[in-house]
């Protein structure tokens, strides 16, 4: 599986962004979806998640009720009320398996290229 992940750019706080991740290959494969985030000097960091077929999300404490993400190909990350402190580069990524924890970026088997989101304060 191929990812192609876009939509990022600068944004002001309180602003809104939606980021697109479109799958090619095998998605047949894709047990599942999920987003993460990383700033510089930091390991990567989970933001959202979505189970394939059952369509269940799970987001992490910092953009619940902010973030959502959309079953799809693409799928969607839509960041509302945007702060500074989500300042980071965005990856998406997909996981062929239940094995491991859906929340560890080791768990995930193909990697998009990444897309800066700057939040301005």
């Known amino acids: 599986v191929q990812l192609q992940a876009s939509g990022g750019g600068l944004v002001q706080a309180g602003g809104s962004l939606r980021l697109s991740c479109t799958a090619t290959g095998r998605t047949f494969e894709i047990y599942g979806w999920g987003w993460f985030r990383q700033t510089p000097g930091k390991e990567r960091e989970f933001v959202a998640a979505i189970h394939w077929r059952t369509s269940s999300t799970f987001y992490s404490d910092s953009v619940k009720g902010r973030f959502t993400i959309s079953r799809g190909n693409p799928v969607y990350l839509s960041m509302n009320s945007l702060k500074p402190e989500d300042t980071a580069v965005y990856f998406c990524?997909?996981?062929?398996?239940?094995?491991?924890?859906?929340?560890?970026?080791?768990?995930?088997?193909?990697w998009g290229q990444g897309t800066l989101v700057t939040v301005s304060s």
């Open positions: 990524a997909t996981r062929y398996g239940a094995r491991g924890s859906l929340f560890s970026a080791q768990t995930y088997d193909s």
